[in-house]
């Protein structure tokens, strides 16, 4: 299996588990996965219940290894304290994680599915407001939950070997709870990628409503089978989840400002459809600059190094200040950004629709 | 039929984290944890499905 930093696969094994895995998954999406997501409901709550085991076996191993005598909130909070999550130096070339970089992740990863509105796809179907909640026990017990607990099995791994680096969820999963933790680790995989294959196939679909949406699921499968075999994209998932929710989120604050709050500015939702054109400049540009903001606060440091290494500023106390200060990591971005682009698309709105009125 | 599958999926959600629960309490050997585990595992399968399932598909026709 690739490492976190190698780019291209490394074996062909890797290849053939990858195309097996991912051109299954894109045939039962391409079917509909009607049964999937029937499976995926039973298996929902056992699912749930086996993370929370993995948290459990993965303490009492770590109280037996470090002999903790655990009598209280107050030992358990040492033990997490000074064995299990005790911090440390990053591995070479990863971002040192913090508290805040677990918790935004947790909260941001799927952002491009809540927060950039990709979970309509299948939130269409709703029949009620509420079942919206779905997508938080996605983000509370799929994330935060699930996350602890995985994070303790694979301290418990590095606490018995520190040299054993390798993060291969089947055999963590497999020492803590056996055949069952195998199969949680398979499941989980298996239902969360198909709805993601097969809302994929749809966006695309609708790019070409008169194409198969079938044929369009497959190709999507593909592509997606095709990038997986890649390392570069397989093992660098995290700062790649963050930059597709990114590039989503400012239409998601465009989609959400629209619906909601639109009109108590006096204007009117769904303007393209009102004035009959095919596209909205507001939402448009909203997008755009939102984008534009968010990627020049991430790469501002990169930026003000270059300039100074062209000779068009000289380093300074104040320079080095805002690099320090206005810089910020792609998984803080996304918050601000939002909050930005709900704005912009309210004073772009302001001036698109005063300037073109809609043809009634 | 539907309630009995109801509180034997209930129960096999039970065992499948009761064990762990003895486990961490240092009452249990984590194999017979993961032999547990399997045996409620295939319970919850074959009981859930028998009234999620029918659930599922009422509520698909329903929709469509």
Not at chain 1, 4 to 21: C, E, F, Q, R
Not at chain 1, 27 to 32: D, E, L, M, P, Q
Not at chain 1, 45 to 54: G, N, R
Not at chain 1, 273 to 288: M, P, Q, V, Y
Request: with cysteine; proline share 4%; aromatic share 14%.
């Amino acid at each position: 299996m690739p490492g976190l930093n190698d780019l291209y696969p490394n074996s062909i094994g890797w290849v053939v588990a990858v195309a097996v895995v991912g051109g299954l998954i894109a045939i039962v999406a391409a079917y509909g996965y009607q049964t999937v997501a029937k499976f995926a409901n039973v298996a929902a709550p056992w699912m749930v219940l086996v993370f929370l085991v993995f948290g459990f076996v993965g303490l009492r191993q770590f109280i037996e290894a470090t002999g903790t005598e655990v009598g209280s909130m107050g030992d358990l909070w040492g033990l997490a304290k000074t064995e299990i999550w005790k911090g440390g130096p990053p591995q070479e070339g990863q971002v040192k994680f913090t508290f805040w970089h677990v918790t935004f992740f947790a909260w941001f990863c799927n952002m491009a599915m809540h927060i950039g509105m990709s979970d309509l796809s299948v939130f269409r179907f709703a029949r009620k407001s509420w079942y919206a909640i779905a997508s938080s026990a996605g983000m509370y017990v799929g994330h935060f939950m699930a996350w602890i607990s995985a994070s303790i099995l694979y301290a418990y791994q590095l606490h018995l070997n520190p040299a054993d680096t390798d993060v291969l969820p089947g055999p963590l999963a497999y020492r803590a709870a056996g055949l069952v933790g195998l199969l949680c680790v398979i499941i989980a995989g298996w239902t969360t990628a198909n709805p993601t294959i097969y809302r994929a196939g749809l966006a695309f679909q609708a790019l070409a409503p008169k194409s198969s949406r079938f044929k369009v699921t497959l190709i999507t499968g593909a592509i997606a089978t095709i990038a997986g075999m890649f390392p570069a994209i397989a093992m660098k998932l995290l700062g790649f989840v963050a930059l597709y929710g990114l590039v989503l989120m400012p239409m998601g604050a465009v989609i959400f400002v629209d619906f909601w709050l639109i009109r108590k500015f006096g204007l009117q939702s769904y303007y393209a459809e009102l004035s009959k054109r095919a596209f909205n400049w507001a939402a448009g540009l909203a997008w755009l600059v939102t984008l534009s903001i968010c990627l020049v606060l991430v790469k501002l440091g990169w930026i003000i190094d270059k300039l100074v290494s062209w000779g068009v500023f000289t380093m300074s106390d104040r320079l080095q200040w805002i690099k320090d200060t206005f810089t910020v990591q792609i998984f803080f971005v996304s918050l601000p950004g939002w909050f930005v682009a709900a704005l912009l698309y309210i004073v772009l709105s302001k001036l698109y629709q005063r300037k073109i009125r809609p043809t009634e | 039929m539907r309630s009995i599958l109801q509180i034997i999926s209930l129960l096999a959600l039970i065992a499948l984290t009761l064990p762990s629960v003895i486990f961490l309490a240092g009452n249990m050997e984590l194999n017979t944890v993961k032999w547990l585990m399997l045996v409620a595992t295939i319970v919850w399968f074959v009981t859930a499905t028998g009234w999620m399932w029918k659930d599922n598909g009422t509520e698909s026709q329903q929709a469509g």
